[in-house]
């Protein structure tokens, strides 16, 4: 046992079960403490993340107390300000997870050099992926660009090097504090409005995440092929705030996944591959964090227009499916996937406002907010992406609606306005001629733009690329 204390940096790995870092300080250390670094103006624009990560802090802290380790919170304007004084400490090893994200691991490269410069000990672990990026390429050692070849390997990758030795957290000695200036979570956590609707959503925690996947594989993964697309199904796992906050590792829903023999399984495994994809993606082809992955879009004519795009982001747009994915999204800090890409379709392509708006305000209201997924989703949407939508398709509202909200339930849920409507007006309202039904233009918005128009001024305008 070495007699430095061992500090753990927290990130995106709320959770005991495959923490490597975490696993690694407890075995070394009699005392170990946790630091998480609380960077203010990063939150100001991930509003819905900001929750999350609070919550997850107040909970993972009374779990890593029971295991004698403090959790302490400093809040920084840069990690680099934080890491820079704390090279000229001394008596601790400090170990970390990583993240896939170009500039956390360009920032393990400046830590990796300082430390060693400084003899101080450190180790860096696996993240929460299946296979580091690096280690899924084609034939001649290029990037894959498209998805299935891409998984085909990767799954192979995978495949090579489990069964993985499942190692566990040790008790700690005695508890002990590290840092000074730490601050505590009740200076964080505020009251705000959507904050309540997120408490009576979601729970983060690794034991909730472990649950959600057991019950997802015992009731719903036969039916996920299919029962993925219908947003009012529930056909989904709903996990994807907790992967992304690290309350539960992609390898632990491999096997969980591998274990049975149902139908599903393949096509569950081949969305966490897309998400594997993504990250490969953004750390090969960074570029595409800052604009568009193919280079012929950068000359493409959006329009900027504060009123479509407020319309579009209040659920207001006068297409029923459309607005009720946005409102599920403001209401409950996620949205369903076939409704992210119709949302994302309508914005980008009837509405022609550039895909990086509709980044940005998912990024503000995602709980599950991924930098490698979020970019990567709505590239994928406008067509701009590494193996995405190709420009002519552009996904009609109105059929979308008919076609995954037949019943309209998942609208009727989330657009209250509309919910006395017969079933043949739920998702095309303006034809409503009755206006003791509906009043449009008071009860509910007149579409903001005709289907059919946007569509060809759409066309055109992609065609001219
Ligand atoms: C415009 C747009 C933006 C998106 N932004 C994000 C984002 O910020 N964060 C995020 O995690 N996902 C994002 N996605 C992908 C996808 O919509 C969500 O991962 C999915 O809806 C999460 O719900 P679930 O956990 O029930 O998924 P499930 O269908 O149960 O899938 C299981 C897991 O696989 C992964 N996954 C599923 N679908 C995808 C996909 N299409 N691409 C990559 N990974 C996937 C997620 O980790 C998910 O939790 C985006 C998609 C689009 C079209």
């Excluded at 081949?270 to 280079?295: T, V």
């Excluded at 076939?338 to 022609?352: A, N, Q």
Aim: charged share 30%; proline share 4%.
């Amino acid at each position: 046992m070495s007699k430095n204390v061992g500090l753990f940096w927290l990130k995106d790995d709320f959770r005991f079960k495959r923490n490597l870092a975490l696993i690694e300080a407890t075995k070394n250390h009699d005392q170990v403490v946790a630091f998480y670094l609380y960077k203010k103006q990063k939150f100001e624009s991930q509003e819905a993340q900001k929750w999350w990560v609070l919550k997850s802090l107040e909970e993972f802290k009374k779990k890593l107390e029971k295991q004698n380790i403090n959790l302490e919170i400093i809040e920084v304007n840069t990690y680099r300000s934080f890491f820079d004084k704390l090279f000229h400490k001394e008596n601790f090893s400090i170990y970390w997870n990583k993240v896939y994200e170009p500039n956390y691991l360009k920032f393990d490269n400046y830590l990796s050099k300082n430390f060693k410069n400084k003899r101080i000990q450190f180790k860096i672990f696996k993240g929460n992926i299946l296979n580091e990026f690096n280690e899924v390429l084609k034939g001649d050692g290029t990037p894959f660009k498209v998805f299935t070849p891409f998984w085909r390997n990767a799954e192979k990758v995978y495949l090579d090097k489990i069964p993985l030795q499942e190692k566990k957290i040790s008790k700690c000695k005695n508890r002990t504090s590290f840092f000074k200036n730490t601050i505590k979570l009740d200076q964080l956590l505020s009251t705000k409005d959507i904050y309540k609707k997120f408490e009576k959503n979601w729970q983060p925690s690794e034991e909730i995440a472990t649950k959600k996947l057991k019950s997802f594989i015992q009731d719903k993964i036969n039916e996920y092929s299919e029962g993925r697309n219908f947003p009012n199904n529930f056909g989904t796992s709903k996990l994807s705030p907790y992967i992304k906050h690290g309350q539960i590792h992609v390898e632990t829903v491999w096997e969980e996944c591998i274990k049975i023999k149902k139908k599903g399984v393949n096509k569950f495994l081949a969305e966490i591959g897309w998400r594997e994809f993504n990250h490969s993606l953004i750390n090969f082809f960074p570029h595409m964090l800052s604009g568009n992955y193919s280079k012929k879009f950068d000359n493409f004519p959006w329009e900027k227009n504060k009123k479509f795009l407020t319309a579009w982001k209040k659920g207001l747009t006068g297409y029923p499916i459309v607005d009720a994915g946005m409102r599920e999204l403001n209401s409950t800090g996620w949205m369903h996937n076939r409704v992210r890409m119709i949302t994302g379709s309508f914005l980008v392509k009837h509405l022609l406002i550039d895909w990086k708006e509709g980044e940005k305000y998912f990024k503000n209201c995602l709980l599950d907010y991924n930098e490698a997924n979020n970019i990567s989703g709505w590239q994928w949407v406008a067509g701009c992406g590494a193996d995405a939508a190709p420009y002519f398709r552009i996904f009609n509202p109105i059929l979308q609606g008919e076609k995954f909200d037949k019943e309209g339930d998942y609208v009727k849920k989330w657009v209250p306005e509309l919910k006395n409507l017969p079933k043949k007006f739920i998702h095309r309202p303006w034809e409503v001629k009755d206006k003791k039904i509906l009043n449009l233009g008071k009860d509910y918005p007149e579409p903001i733009v005709i289907h059919e128009h946007a569509r060809s001024k759409a066309l055109a305008a992609f065609k001219n690329l």
